[in-house]
């Protein structure tokens, strides 16, 4: 039986403790596989210091306002001046030179670890099978840290954080990404809209929550049964899981799962009968696409012509090769690749402290703010560029490279202040363990019980696992909240404006 937090007036720290583990509930002797962190003192939540008495949230205008654990959020009050004005001049500094060297060496890793592996893991050398394939194994999981490596330095080149030089940028941010089977500039485009939208439901373009109608579909279900469902089975999130973490960036890049799907507001007209999906048209290939614009055109037949030119070559070198070898030697840490890099995106962008906001609610500073820094330790920091551990200043700033981002980081703390997020807690098992919390914790979006004004259009997650603060419970034909942008049960919600920038 699932346990769920009892929402005090104390702060919820993002750092969950071993010790943070609500107690299960007292009609059943067992405790849940299912942790939900508890509440403590911290000082880099989103959640308020201290909670507003009645009047208070009445005269804030937006009622209270409460997150997946139950603390009290409040609206980011800073500016994107004031963050700008507290990071060091020299954090904005970018050498193409320094950022070259590290691409030489991600490529020296992986040629070395090749050369190890294909001249010294051999029948020769090591005749036991099972230690061979053992041995091959790691090399998959090495090979796909390091690729990832290379991934992240070609997004550095998609932001122009890489060098000074555009063309330099993006020369290399195409030719590492293509030999990842990434179309660059496709990517660059879609990812730059996700910087310009984070947050916002009908914007974004990564891993934008279901709502609540949105998530009752799923299951047949009405909007007001959602809080009736069962419990999902911890297989069936163990599956979805996987599905997610094995396909989840192939079907980004075939059928924008997880991108916003209000693509009939495309400002040439191009979106029209268009929707995510197998057949709907909406990909990361065509030129005609809603993600893009008449004028990226020769941009996505570039990037084509990169993926083309590296599945050539990879067909070369399976014939050559055999394409059992070519399945070790590449595609498997290819997947590899791929688990990582949707790992570290949905956990920048999905954890119980998160908000969203429909178009009347949402600013860049607030969505930016809606991020969350994680920890990964040694592989974080010096394998994957600290990708993992810089994401909030990234969002404000993407031009800083990720070898000043630390520093920048240090430096928005004090503007931030509260609204600050991270959860570093167990380090790289945490992050991993932070997949399955999320997976748990975060099922769909809906306002909060007592959002009053423009406190309507902010939602946080929940679910019906029983953890966290509960879903709410409606009647039949009353109004529901956080049901999307149609109708449903009386409610339009987020449907008035797509006019913020």
Request: charged content about 15%; aromatic content about 10%.
């Amino acid at each position: 039986m699932s346990t769920a937090v009892t929402p005090r007036k104390t702060l919820l720290s993002r750092s969950i403790t071993s010790d943070s583990i609500a107690a299960s509930s007292a009609s059943s002797a067992s405790v849940s596989p299912d942790r939900t962190p508890a509440q403590s003192p911290s000082t880099t939540s989103l959640s308020s210091l201290a909670s507003l008495s009645g009047d208070e949230h009445k005269s804030s205008g937006h009622g209270k306002l409460l997150d997946t654990y139950g603390n009290e959020f409040q609206i980011p009050d800073f500016s994107i001046k004031d963050i700008r004005d507290a990071i060091p001049a020299h954090c904005f500094e970018r050498s193409g030179l320094r950022g070259l060297a590290y691409v030489a060496r991600d490529i020296a890793c992986l040629a070395s670890v090749f050369y190890i592996f294909h001249s010294y893991v051999t029948p020769e050398n090591i005749p036991s099978y099972p230690a061979r394939v053992s041995l091959w194994s790691l090399y998959t999981v090495i090979q796909g840290l390091f690729a990832t490596g290379i991934w992240v330095l070609a997004h550095e080149c998609g932001h122009q954080s890489f060098s000074t030089s555009k063309v330099l940028n993006d020369t290399v941010g195409w030719t590492l990404h293509s030999a990842l089977l990434v179309p660059y500039f496709s990517w660059k485009i879609s990812h730059g809209k996700h910087h310009k939208a984070t947050g916002h439901l009908e914007r974004d373009m990564v891993f934008v929550p279901k709502t609540r109608a949105e998530y009752a579909s799923r299951f047949g279900a009405l909007v007001h049964e959602v809080s009736e469902l069962m419990e999902e089975t911890p297989i069936a999130t163990a599956l979805h899981l996987a599905a997610q973490q094995l396909g989840g960036w192939p079907m980004y890049l075939f059928t924008n799962v997880t991108g916003h799907n209000c693509h009939e507001r495309q400002i040439e007209g191009r979106g029209k009968g268009k929707q995510n999906g197998f057949g709907g048209r909406v990909n990361h290939f065509d030129p005609s696409s809603p993600l893009y614009e008449a004028k990226d055109a020769k941009l996505i037949l570039l990037s084509d012509l990169g993926l083309a030119i590296a599945a050539g070559t990879l067909y070369l070198l399976g014939n050559k090769f055999g394409w059992s070898n070519l399945l070790v030697w590449y595609f498997l840490p290819y997947l590899w690749v791929n688990h990582w890099l949707v790992a570290i995106t949905y956990l920048q962008h999905t954890d119980p402290s998160l908000p969203h906001y429909y178009p009347k609610a949402w600013t860049f500073v607030r969505g930016a703010a809606a991020t969350i820094d994680r920890e990964f330790g040694f592989i974080g920091r010096h394998l994957l560029h600290g990708i993992i551990e810089t994401h909030v200043l990234h969002h404000y700033v993407s031009t800083i490279p990720f070898y000043h981002a630390d520093e920048a980081t240090e430096a928005i703390k004090p503007i931030m202040g509260k609204h600050y997020r991270s959860d570093t807690d167990g380090g790289p098992l945490g992050f991993l363990y932070g997949l399955w919390k999320s997976m748990r914790m975060c099922q769909w979006v809906e306002e909060s019980e007592g959002a009053q004004g423009d406190g309507k259009h902010i939602v946080f997650f929940r679910n019906h696992n029983g953890l966290g603060v509960p879903p709410q419970k409606t009647k039949a034909a009353e109004p529901v909240v956080g049901t999307g942008s149609k109708t449903s049960g009386g409610l339009i919600m987020g449907a008035d404006s797509d006019s913020e920038s």
